[in-house]
Structure formats: structure tokens, C-alpha cells
């Protein structure tokens, strides 16, 4: 549609406010169909000319109107600001009613580069634009329009940009400080400024004690950082004591600076950054979420190291693998030769709480098993190599195959010594615990031709021992009364059911679906509603499905000693840790 067209459709419609809207909403669907893109072009005119006034038509905009997408209003009028002719007076309370209209949604956020480019057009609309602002009796509403007008000061008027930025940092309201720290990092100057503008940023960091206003200050010193590389040992140094401690709101934004920001910082000044997030608290969500996100970023970039010191300090203050759900994906599906270190390091160790955190990452792999291989190049000697197979059956107990081949990946190096005492835990308490999983995952070793020799003696011992185990199974002197074994199931029904509403309770399930108690029968009956309101009888027919999971056979048969031998090794520590 030629710009004529679209102008005589527009002022058709011009009448009133909401006809018009409507039409500028069905122009911009037409044009996302077309090459052709004049509506901007079309309303400016119109405006500039006279004919419609549109800023004042979409002050009056309303959200919950029908007649219009408010989105889409907002997105044409956004494109069509810079070039409109309008004081910046009635400009920003268009533009505080559209923040108003659409409250949280980050959707808003393109107002403000639109009002940054409507003040670039003529000289005076940026000192306008504050001096309007800072006269408001609603400071607070205005005030994040000011780092728009700060930033829209040309490049021949710096200075007046620097000193209006100055004088708005001693204002007593912290929303305007915040805004003249957001624009000092973001101000386009050249060397010949860069000195003012550090001085302005280190200087303010001395008395501000407002957490906005310091996460605002931060992210200031990075950008200038990021504008000025020679300043990099300077920042350095004043970060030293400026994060040192930092509250939530600053741990925030090194999270989100270190885990999304493009910038190139030097080493020393991300491990600075990095080692202050050791200090988040499992509460605060959105921190751990970016952290979660850096841990990628940072073993893609293969610093193992930092990744790892980052890792395990955030494990040491309470925060839990659960919460790391994008890393451990990672961990698990794409960097097997890091997660094998992290296992053998951890469990040499000894410490509960990475211990601990090897099971939680383990814990819930769905599909196949995952097969550790120990890092030999830590274990350098059998005390070593016998200590973590033991924290392997403490730990992974409950995942036998992952147990069973972090164990077997020692075995081949192993002495003699060594191998006697890993044939031990190998078998029991892991083999007589899951005879059934445990004899498939030896078989196929043997059938693969690894650890062959180890593998075919087990489960030699275990055919052994379960020959004797069907000898006496007849015994009616070893059986239990029947009423012991009803009372048994009985009881573990219970519980099971207990913990299955406990899990289910709050869970998404309960969110989309409704709960039928069915008495009997073996389909369920519902009707479906149709368009005129008739009711059709529906059956449908009940499906069965099941899923199996191997239960240890020794917490069955012997539970105190396993509960035992269990608590004994993940608690045990080395003789020279003991003693140290």
C-alpha cells in the first residue's frame, strides 16, 4: 500500500481515538505481509501537519480495549516518536501513561531508547527533557526517562552532559542517583573525558550506600572499563574493596555481568567477580540461576578450574544441585572426562557436603545409567584407591551401575591388596543388593571384554550364593509368620502411598488435570459438550502401564548391618586427614 493510501485510510478513521487505533493496529498486520513499510512514515505526517494528534490520541490508550493490540500500538508509536513534533513535556506523560498501562512487562523497555532518539533530534530537547523531569512533584514516576535525556546530549556537548550527570548523583533521591550511574557508564566520550568520567564513578562509590545505586555503579565501571582498557588495573584495584561484601542487589548484577555481558574482562578481574558469588544464599533464585548459566560458559571456555572453585563453594554455603539443572545437563550429556575428575576429586575429599553433591547430580538421570571412570592420575595410592570405592558404595548406593563401574575403572591398576578389598565391596554390599542390575551390567563387561576376570568371579560368588540362598528357602523354621509378612506389606503400602501424595501435592499435575477416584470397572465415562449445548456420552478404556525398579535385596534381608556399612563409609575419613 502506497503512503497516500495508508494516509487516507488513517484519517477515515480519525474520528475518534479508538477507530483509529484500530486502524493503525489492522495497517501494522497488513505490513508484516508486505515489503512495503510507510504506516511510521504515514502517522508522523499526519501529525507533524497537524491533521491528527498523536500523541495525544495514544495517552488515552487503554490496554484492556479490545479494539486494538496495546503492544502493537506501543511498538508503531515507538517508531514514529523520533520524527514526531511534540514538546517533551507532553512526550513523557504519553510515555509514563504507556509504562503505567503496561506495568512489569519487559516489553516497555523500548521506550526509552525511542525517547533517547526523540531528544537527539533538537538540541535543547535533553536539558528540556531533565528540567522538566526534576520539577515533578512525582519525582520518583519521572525519573527513569532521565538517563535517556543524559544520553541524548550530542557529542559537541559532553561536558554539559558530564556536569549535568554530576549534579544529579548529590541528589538526595536515590531513583535519579541510579539513573546518573546507569548513564555515566554509557556517556560516548572520548579520551579527553575518560579521566572525569572515572574520577565521577570511583568518587561516588565512597558515600553511596544504597544497593540500586551500587549494582548501577558497578555495572558503570565495567562499561568504562570495557570503553577504556587502560583503566582495567585501576578498576581492578577499586573493585577490591567496593564488592567486597556486596548485598544482593550488587551479587545480582556481578552474576548477570559475568554470565551474559559481552565484555572482554581480564582474568583478574573475573575471578574477583566470580569469588564474591561465593557468598550467595540458596534463596536468592535469580543469582544462582545466572551462576548456573556462567558454570556453562565457563567450561565451554575450558576454565576448569574457576568453574570448579565456583561450583564448590556455592555447594558449601547450602545451594544444591537441583538448582544447577542447565550445568549438571551439560555436565552429564557433554564433559564426561570433567565429570570424572569432579567425582574422584570430590569423594577423595571426604567432605559431606560435595559428597552429598555427587549423589544429588546423580540422582535423578533418567535413561540410561551413567558410567564413571575414576581419575587414577589423583588416586596415586591404594589407601586413596580403597577410600573413594568406598564412597562410591556410600554415596551412589542407590545408583549401583554408576557404584560399580567408578569402582572397576580402579580395579586395573590396583595391587593385589587392592583388588581384595574392591572384590569385597564390589559384592557386598553392591552385588547382594542388586543381583538382578548389577548381573547384567558385569555381564555385558565380560561381554565387552572389560575387567573380565573380576566380573566372572562375582558373579561366580554370587551363583554360589544363591544356591545356598534356594537350599534353605523351604526351611519353614527360616520362614516368617504370614501375619508378620501382612502385617509387613500392609505397612509398606502405607508408607508408600504417604510418599506418593506427599511428591504429588503442589505438582504440575494437579495444575492441569483433575482427580477421579474410580471404585470399579475398567473404563471411566465423561461427556463432551458440544457447540449447540448438547451432551455426548463418551467412554474411554482404561489403559495399564507399569515401571520397575530393582529394591536393594540386603535392606530386606540384613538392614542394620547394611545401614551400617553404609553410614561408616561416607562418614570415614582418611588416617593422615584424621590426624592432620
Known amino acids: 500500500m502506497s503512503l497516500e493510501d495508508t494516509k487516507a485510510r488513517l484519517l477515515a478513521a480519525s474520528e475518534t481515538a479508538e477507530e483509529l487505533l484500530a486502524q493503525v493496529n489492522d495497517l501494522y498486520v497488513e505490513e508484516m505481509r508486505s515489503e512495503e513499510k510507510v504506516l511510521t512514515d504515514a502517522l508522523s505526517q499526519l501529525h507533524n501537519a497537524g491533521e491528527i494528534d498523536l500523541v495525544e490520541i495514544v495517552r488515552g490508550v487503554d490496554k484492556s480495549s479490545s479494539g486494538h493490540d496495546f503492544f502493537t500500538v506501543l511498538h508503531v508509536f515507538e517508531s514514529a516518536l523520533p520524527s514526531l513534533d511534540a514538546s517533551v513535556e507532553d512526550v513523557l506523560d504519553c510515555l509514563l501513561h504507556f509504562t503505567q498501562q503496561a506495568g512489569g512487562d519487559s516489553a516497555i523497555g523500548g521506550i526509552y531508547g525511542a525517547f533517547e532518539r526523540f531528544c537527539r533530534v533538537e538540541a535543547q530537547r535533553p536539558r528540556d527533557s531533565i528540567g522538566f523531569i526534576l520539577a515533578q512533584s512525582e519525582l520518583s514516576t519521572y525519573a527513569p526517562f532521565l538517563s535517556s535525556s543524559i544520553l541524548a546530549y550530542d557529542s559537541d556537548r559532553v561536558t554539559d552532559a558530564i556536569q549535568t550527570t554530576e549534579s544529579l548523583i548529590a541528589y538526595r533521591n536515590e531513583v535519579v542517583r541510579n539513573q546518573a550511574y546507569f548513564a555515566l557508564g554509557r556517556l560516548d566520550v572520548g579520551e579527553a573525558h575518560a579521566n572525569a568520567i572515572w574520577e565521577l564513578i570511583s568518587s561516588s562509590a565512597i558515600g553511596e550506600h544504597e544497593s540500586d545505586c551500587c549494582a548501577s555503579i558497578l555495572r558503570a565501571t565495567i562499561n568504562f572499563g570495557d570503553a577504556f582498557p587502560s583503566y582495567w588495573s585501576q578498576i581492578e584495584e577499586f573493585l577490591l574493596t567496593f564488592v567486597e561484601g556486596a548485598p544482593p542487589e550488587v551479587l545480582y548484577e ?313 553410614r561408616v563409609y561416607r562418614c570415614e575419613r582418611m588416617k593422615n586427614e584424621a590426624n592432620s
Open 254 to 566: 556481578i552474576s548477570n555481568i559475568v554470565a551474559f555481558q559481552r565484555v572482554n574482562l581480564p582474568e583478574g578481574v573475573l575471578e574477583l567477580l566470580v569469588k564474591q558469588l561465593a557468598n550467595v544464599s540458596p534463596e536468592h533464585k535469580g543469582i544462582i540461576d545466572n551462576i548456573d548459566h556462567l558454570l556453562v560458559n565457563l567450561v565451554k571456555k575450558e576454565s576448569f578450574s574457576l568453574s570448579l572453585k565456583l561450583l564448590e563453594s556455592i555447594l558449601t554455603v547450602g545451594v544444591k544441585f537441583p538448582l544447577l539443572d542447565y550445568f549438571s545437563r551439560e555436565l552429564l550429556s557433554k564433559h564426561r572426562e570433567l565429570l570424572n575428575h569432579i567425582v574422584t576429586k570430590w569423594f577423595l575429599s571426604g567432605d559431606s557436603t560435595l559428597c552429598h553433591g555427587v549423589s544429588d547430580l546423580l540422582h535423578d538421570v533418567t535413561g540410561m545409567d551413567v558410567e564413571l571412570e575414576a581419575e587414577m592420575a589423583l588416586l596415586g595410592d591404594e589407601v586413596k584407591q580403597v577410600f573413594v570405592s568406598h564412597k562410591a558404595v556410600g554415596w551412589l548406593f542407590t545408583r549401583p551401575i554408576a557404584a560399580a563401574s567408578f569402582i572397576l575403572s580402579i580395579y586395573e591398576t590396583g595391587s593385589r591388596t587392592t583388588r581384595r578389598d574392591i572384590d569385597q565391596v564390589l559384592y557386598d554390599p553392591l552385588l547382594l543388593s542388586y543381583p538382578g542390575e548389577l548381573k547384567r551390567f558385569f555381564q555385558s563387561c565380560i561381554d565387552k571384554g572389560f575387567q573380565e576376570r573380576p566380573c566372572e568371579r562375582l558373579l561366580g560368588k554370587l551363583q554360589v550364593y544363591q544356591s545356598d540362598i534356594e537350599k534353605v528357602a523351604g526351611l519353614k523354621e527360616l520362614m516368617a509368620p504370614r501375619e508378620n509378612i501382612t502385617a509387613y506389606w500392609k505397612e509398606s503400602n502405607k508408607s508408600m502411598q504417604a510418599a506418593y501424595e506427599d511428591a504429588s501435592r503442589g505438582s504440575i499435575i494437579d495444575l492441569i488435570a483433575t482427580k477421579q477416584m474410580l471404585l470399579y470397572g475398567n473404563s471411566s465415562i465423561y461427556y463432551l459438550h458440544r457447540g449447540d449445548g448438547e451432551q455426548v456420552r463418551q467412554e474411554m478404556q482404561m489403559q495399564s502401564f507399569s515401571h520397575s525398579t530393582e529394591m536393594p535385596m540386603l535392606n530386606i534381608l540384613d538392614p542394620e548391618s547394611l545401614d551400617f556399612t553404609l
